[in-house]
């Protein structure tokens, strides 16, 4: 049998195992379809997934191109879709046969299994169950209390799943009801890169579109794994490499995305065992050890603009670039110049010579891109990863041409769109004064709660309600056993979600449970089917249709919850037409249109634009909104982005997600690209590191909390598994090892939680 091939002798077939794509991840697909009882109605709409005029993946934000694949949608995107269109239900009978305590019992996995929630739900303190009510009596219930308490005390917080249509409705409402407390999903996530690019660019998003990736010669990877994370991006990646791009990858995990890729819609590569190379150097930076690579990249760069200045009188630099375009360069090159090749080594963990080369790929490339993810953004000194990121493109006027650009690759399938359109705890991000000319109102000017600042204010007891759009907000915070000992002190908790999570058994005195539709299920009213739209993370806009029938008689839209919550909630205002909204969405994105001309002009007409419409970006276009009107050069405050110093038995971990799962949604327990198989509970290590401390792989263990804040955090049962990491950088899952994460640990600028770089001790498992 060749290398990589194996039969699986219970099945009696034969597999591709040595790559990312290939024959595992047609497995996966099929084994997740058994799993959810998947009905044909849900291989329709797969078909229909990611294609103009049929429905947009709910999984990552990855875009949707113009000429799509026949399957337009990978492994995880088919599960994500898998997991909405499961034939299982979670009804009011599940709810009446289980306290609210039991469940709290369940784990993630087991919560989400009970599969779509069917009817509007009320907590009952008195018998600690989740008892039916009728949509009128929820919305009345939830109204009532909102005009009882301070607007400024409550918090609507968003998962960037939902659609525009929903945002947009979404974050009016806020404003109308007096605050603008909207902390996104984008405040875990992000954040630091709306910050930070935003601070040095003047723009908060990335500058690149899909047809750079066709031009570029070298693209620059850090800290994002698009094998389990956006595989649809490999297809990109993969022609690039077909046609000569070189792909080099900082990650301290040689993840197997990134190395090969084996195209699982190409007949030919799944009957070969051909498989594309994906980085031509893949460099294992110690986790928090980006600043210190880049930085001697940028020291080998300028080495090689002396030696080709010197020898040919021709720039490797943009000098143009720099003096036209940017602000800071000396300050910049006085800095580089002063870090030794010594301290760049410690930092960054890798040796000279590889940085070298990893540079000459840039000098010798006329147009790069790079790509980041979590790997950048989750730690304390997160925003210097970005901005130190962007000093280096800059050198070369890599920022603002064709095939070039800095491409953050978002999360959710719609996180920046509902920035955009004004899921925004930052006033200046939102056009106010058009929304009081819009609406008549005078809109809330002050700031609003990030995700941590509305945790500590939770905390203090402050905030008094919490209604949360989508997602597990409890779950996938830092500190938990804090926050949901906090959370039930509140007055008022409301959740919009499709399936149950931890997030709903947490809850305030007053709680309901609201169900919605999917993205993949019809959405009727009254002037018929209603298509929704999104934005990926290249700024392209979709339409999508849902087809599918939804899960339950019951269920009504996200649009129509929040309308429903609003019309109960404020006063009757003639221009504030909940009820034609919600009756025809196409008035919703002419109200979009109103408040953001420039991006949305004829925003119904190009809702179904093949490949999406570009909504244009400052940057692209070397137009700077930044304070000194250029592209800034920055300089960093450490080497590293790690919060805290190394010491004797403090180890950096970063949390991870599994192949198997979607943030806090747990699809199963195998990691199958990292071949962490059946359980969730590891910490990952080098093995010179397990010998050293005197472990044994195998042995189970705990983690403690190393944040010197007198706090003691623990997570127990984990098993030791070796792993090829960096020396004193380990690894374990997200959400189980969140309670490890301090409330206080976050990017400084952005105050994104530092997930990717917590201090930790290894110690005896209490058993
Ligand atoms: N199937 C699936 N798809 C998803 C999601 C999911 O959970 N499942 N989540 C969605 C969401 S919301 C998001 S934000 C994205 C997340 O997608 P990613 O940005 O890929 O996030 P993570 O999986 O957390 O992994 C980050 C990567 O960074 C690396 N890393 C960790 N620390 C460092 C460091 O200090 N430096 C460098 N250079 N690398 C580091 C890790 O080894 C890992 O490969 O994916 C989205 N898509
Ligand atoms: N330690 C650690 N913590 C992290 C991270 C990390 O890497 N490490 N990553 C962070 C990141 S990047 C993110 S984005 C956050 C994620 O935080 P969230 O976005 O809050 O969490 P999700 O797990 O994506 O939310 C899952 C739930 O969303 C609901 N849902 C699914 N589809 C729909 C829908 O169509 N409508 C509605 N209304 N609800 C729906 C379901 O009920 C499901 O249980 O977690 C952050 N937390
Ligand atoms: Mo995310």
Known sequence: MAKGWETDEQEGTVHYTGTEGGW????????????ERARPAALDTLRRQNKPGGFMCVSCAWTKPKNPHTFEFCENGAKATLWELTARRCTPEFFADHTVTELKGWKDYDLEQTGRLTHPM??????????????????????RELKALDPKSTVFYASGRASLETSYLYALFARLYGHNNLPDSSNMCHETTSV????????????????????????????????????????PLQEAVKRGCKIVTFNPIREKGLEVFKNPQSPKEMLTPAATEISCQYHQVKTGGDIAAITGMMKHVFAREEQRW?????????????????????????????????????ESGLARADLKAAADVYVDAKRSIAMYGMGLTQHVHGSDNIKQLVNLFLLKGNIGRDGAGVSPVRGHSNVQGQRTVGISEKPELVPLDKLAEQFGFEPPRDQGLTTVHACEKILTGEVKAFIGLGGNFVRAIPEHERMEAAWTKMRLTVQIATKLNRSHLINGEVAYLLPCLGRSEED???????????????????????????????????????AGIAKATLAPNPKV????????????????????????????????????????NSARDRVWKTKSGKADFTLPKKLNSWGTEDKEGRWRLMTLRSNDQFNTTIYGYSDRLRGVEGTRDVVLMNPDDIAAA??????????????????????????????LLPRGCIGGYY?????????????????????????????ADAG
């Open 694 to 723: 005197g472990l044994k792989e195998g042995q189970v263990v705990a983690l403690a909390s190393d944040a010197d804040d007198g706090t003691d955090r623990r997570v127990g049962g984990l098993t030791v598994t070796p792993f």
């Open 310 to 346: 010197a020898a040919e009188k021709v720039h490797v630099l943009d000098v143009d670039f720099i003096e036209q375009h940017t602000d800071g360069f000396e300050a910049l090159k006085a800095h580089v110049d002063a870090v030794s090749w010594d301290e760049i080594e410690r």
């Open 577 to 616: 037409r909940w009820d034609d909204w919600i009756a025809d969405y196409a008035l919703i994105r002419d109200a979009i249109e109103e408040t953001y001309p420039e991006q949305f002009h004829d925003f119904n007409k190009r809702v179904f634009t093949p490949g999406g419409f570009y909504r244009g």
């Open 524 to 562: 009727m009213q009254v002037t018929g089917a209603q298509a929704v739209t999104m934005e990926d993370s290249l700024s392209c806009i979709h339409g999508s249709l849902g087809r599918a029938a939804p899960a339950s008689p019951d269920l009504i839209s996200e649009p129509a919850i929040v």
């Open 196 to 235: 930070a690019l935003k601070e040095v660019t003047g723009s908060p998003v990335g500058t690149c579109v899909l047809s750079d990736f066709e031009l570029c010669d070298a693209i620059f990877f850090f800290g994002q794994n698009p094998g389990t994370n956006s595989p649809r991006l490999l297809h």
């Open 122 to 143: 009320r907590y009952d303190q008195a018998t600690d169950k989740y008892v039916p009510c009728s949509w009128d009596e929820a919305f009345a219930g939830i109204g």
């Open 735 to 763: 959400p189980e090892l969140n309670p490890l994460i301090p409330l206080s640990w976050h990017d400084e600028e952005s105050k994104t939680p530092a997930a990717k770089g917590v201090p930790v001790r290894i110690v």
């Open 24 to 35: 595992g991840s047609v497995r996966g697909i099929v084994e997740t379809a058994l799993r």
